[in-house]
Structures are given as structure tokens and as C-alpha cells.
T-cell receptor, first 116, second 110 residues
Framework: GAGVSQTPSNKVTEKGKYVELRCDPI?????LYWYRQSLGQGPEFLIYFQGTGAADDSGLPNDRFFAVRPEGSVSTLKIQRTERGDSAVYLC??????????????FGPGTRLTVL | DAKTTQPPSMDCAEGRAANLPCNHSTISGNEYVYWYRQIHSQGPQYIIHGLKNNETNEMASLIITEDRKSSTLILPHATLRDTAVYYC???????????FGKGITLSVRP
């Protein structure tokens, strides 16, 4: 079946501009996660949704970053007034609501954001 | 979640077993050990997880020491396509974030 998809695959923008990154999770997955990965580093957690609500947004670096998931499926990560330091690969993952203390997250291919 | 320590890199010959170590000395009783890998320019991919017992699936085996302070991921017959960064992650709770370190870069040579 279809995996997690992310669009666009690449986004180049200028410093100060606004960008939106989209994530389509696997159908039926109630949990959705955003991570970002800088060159040479492991992915870094940003925010986690359970259904429509953000259950954990402790990883958002500042108030320029915001994410929504209005219908509990597709999610959009929004970055205002982009800075060169925002350049990274933004990864989305989804999972079933886990039981028994564990679950598997399925990752998309990521969106490579470049801020000039 | 407990921190994990992995060597930065290792290599192995194609067709041989690759044994990837991970230390997690501060792991607590309800924390699972997960392994993910990331092939270049792709998103991370789940491999396996375990709590106390050793686990095996079609991709790999996970050996967890009795005191649970360390574990080893075993790829029984490494192929060139197994070249990737492998992340050992310890976490509790099903629906919580994954905390990635830098992982171990496995290079499989022909």
C-alpha cells in the first residue's frame, strides 16, 4: 500500500519568506510526527499529533514554526520568516495508536528545504 | 528516555554477519530498545525492537543482554544495500517521539 508521502520533495526559498510543507500519512494512522534533520545529524523531533491535536510540541524551536492537522489526516508544517538556519530535511512519520508500550513509525522521504 | 552510545562507524564484508553494538546503561524497566536505519537520501526505516528477550524478524536479530544495559543488532548476511546509518533508540510509551543520536555508519564492502 501507499506509504507516507511528503510534498514538495525540494523547496528553495529566500530568507524571510513563508513556507508550507505537507505530509500525507498512511491511511488509518492516528499518530503523526514531524522531525527535521540537518546534515550529518540524526533526525530531531519537532511535534507529534494524536488525531487532530498536538500531543507534544516540545521540539518546535520557536514561534516561527507551527503545524496543523485539521482533519486528523494530512498535516502541514508552516515556517514563517524563514532563516538560513532552517535549511534541513523535514521528515514526517506516522503510526497506529500503539498498544503494549511500543509501536513502529513509518517515515516519508522528506522535504529538503533550502533557505538562501 | 535513556541515552544510547554507539561507535561512529564500522564496516563488514558482503555476505558476512554485521554485529552493531549499542550501550544503554541507564535504561529503565519500561523502556524498549528500537533500531532504525537510514539509507542515504531516504527517511529512516524501522528494523526491530525488543524489551527483554532476543528478537528476530526477516531483517535482523536483536540480542539484549540480561541486565539490558547493552544490545547488538545482527544482520546475518550483509549486502551492499545494507550500507546505511543505523540508529539505536531507547524509549518508553508507544506514542512518543524517537530521540535519534548520530547512529553508526555501516559500510558493507564487496
Amino acid at each position: 500500500g501507499a506509504g507516507v508521502s511528503q510534498t514538495p520533495s525540494n523547496k528553495v526559498t529566500e530568507k524571510g519568506k513563508y513556507v508550507e510543507l505537507r505530509c500525507d500519512p498512511i491511511s488509518g494512522h492516528t499518530a503523526l510526527y514531524w522531525y527535521r534533520q540537518s546534515l550529518g545529524q540524526g533526525p530531531e523531533f519537532l511535534i507529534y499529533f494524536q488525531g487532530t491535536g498536538a500531543a507534544d510540541d516540545s521540539g518546535l524551536p520557536n514561534d516561527r514554526f507551527f503545524a496543523v492537522r485539521p482533519e486528523g489526516s494530512v498535516s502541514t508544517l508552516k515556517i514563517q520568516r524563514t532563516e538560513r538556519g532552517d535549511s534541513a530535511v523535514y521528515l514526517c512519520a506516522s503510526s497506529y495508536a500503539g498498544t503494549g508500550g511500543y509501536n513502529e513509525q513509518f517515515f516519508g522521504p522528506g522535504t529538503r528545504l533550502t533557505v538562501l | 528516555d535513556a541515552k544510547t552510545t554507539q561507535p561512529p562507524s564500522m564496516d563488514c564484508a558482503e555476505g558476512r554477519a554485521a554485529n552493531l553494538p549499542c550501550n544503554h546503561s541507564t535504561i529503565s524497566g519500561n523502556e524498549y530498545v528500537y533500531w532504525y536505519r537510514q539509507i542515504h537520501s531516504q527517511g529512516p526505516q524501522y528494523i526491530i525492537h525488543g524489551l527483554k528477550n532476543n528478537e528476530t524478524n526477516e531483517m535482523a536479530s536483536l540480542i539484549i543482554t540480561e541486565d539490558r544495559k547493552s544490545s547488538t543488532l545482527i544482520l546475518p548476511h550483509a549486502t551492499l544495500r545494507d550500507t546505511a546509518v543505523y540508529y539505536c533508540i531507547v524509549k518508553s510509551g508507544a506514542n512518543s517521539k524517537l530521540t535519534f543520536g548520530k547512529g553508526i555508519t555501516l559500510s558493507v564492502r564487496p
